[in-house]
């Protein structure tokens, strides 16, 4: 089962809206909400992005004032709950945070772009991972490593080359591309292995033309069990939420 959360900004010619507040050319934001529900319940649409352009297209054609449609929806994922061996079905949980995005934005004249993408990806890496040769001055107090724990809540966006796609086929791809890569990169820093999984996306999934990735250094700390006479040979860690590196990138197809 999916929950999908509908984002809709429509850009056009609503001058005297603003400026004299004439509304004859608003569509109401409750009139939107309802058209949603309407066209959810007819569409026959099995992934976001194919819904947002059936969304997008029905705002361009019906409403003439409107430039630019642009539709953004989040998707989360609800599993059926495993009772005794066995999936019950009628009781749901969410595994995770994690959201599959997208913003669909069309324009009249028939131009459409498609940016899909991942929020809420929590991945951690517990070898292959170090961080040394960095810029040192008198505020300097992180000491270099060569084994450390790398984790981190990534966001990625990825845009289609295309809007006539099997997105359902392409998104799993680009997943698959991207976590691959980040397990199996030998990482010198967050920021090479961003580059790594960007460039794996690209290389492995013809239909995309870029990848942006933010990815936050979420730390986790070796605790110093000295006070308490124990050693700790990486094995108790305390993970941070602030302060931590952001880091984000955008790598493009070089065409």
């Given amino acids: 089962m999916c929950e999908w959360s509908v984002n809709i900004?429509?850009?056009?010619?609503?001058?005297?809206?603003?400026?004299?507040?004439?509304?004859?050319?608003?569509?109401?934001?409750?009139?939107?909400?309802?058209t949603v529900y309407s066209l959810a319940r007819e569409s026959t649409a099995t992934c976001i992005e194919d819904f947002g352009k059936e969304l997008a297209a029905h705002f361009l054609s019906n409403y003439s004032q409107a430039r630019t449609v642009s539709i953004d929806i989040k998707e989360t994922s609800w599993d059926h709950l495993m009772l005794d061996g066995h999936l019950h079905p009628t009781t749901f949980h969410q595994q995770s945070g994690e959201r599959q995005t997208v913003i669909v934005t069309a324009t009249r004249?028939?131009?459409?772009?498609?940016?899909?993408?991942?929020?809420?990806?929590?991945?951690?890496?517990?070898?292959?991972?170090?961080?040394?040769?960095?810029?040192?001055?008198?505020?300097?107090?992180?000491?270099?490593?060569?084994?450390r724990l790398l984790g981190t809540d990534v966001t990625a966006s990825w845009t289609y080359d295309s809007d006539s796609l099997h997105f359902d086929r392409v998104r799993p791809q680009v997943r698959t591309a991207l976590l691959s890569a980040f397990a199996e990169h030998k990482s010198l820093s967050v920021q090479h292995t961003l580059f790594a999984m960007a460039a794996a996306a690209l290389d492995q999934v013809a239909n995309i033309l870029d990848v942006t990735l933010t990815m936050p250094n979420k730390h986790c700390l070796l605790v110093d069990l000295s006070p308490f006479g124990q050693d700790n040979p990486n094995q108790i860690f305390v993970p941070t939420d602030e302060p931590h590196g952001y880091i984000e990138a955008t790598v493009k197809r070089d065409l």
């Fill in 9 to 34: 900004l429509i850009q056009g010619d609503y001058e005297n809206c603003f400026g004299s507040g004439d509304n004859s050319e608003v569509l109401p934001t409750d009139t939107m909400k309802n």
């Fill in 109 to 147: 004249g028939g131009t459409v772009s498609v940016v899909a993408g991942i929020s809420g990806l929590v991945i951690l890496k517990t070898s292959d991972s170090s961080f040394s040769g960095y810029i040192k001055d008198r505020f300097t107090t992180l000491r270099e490593t060569s084994d």
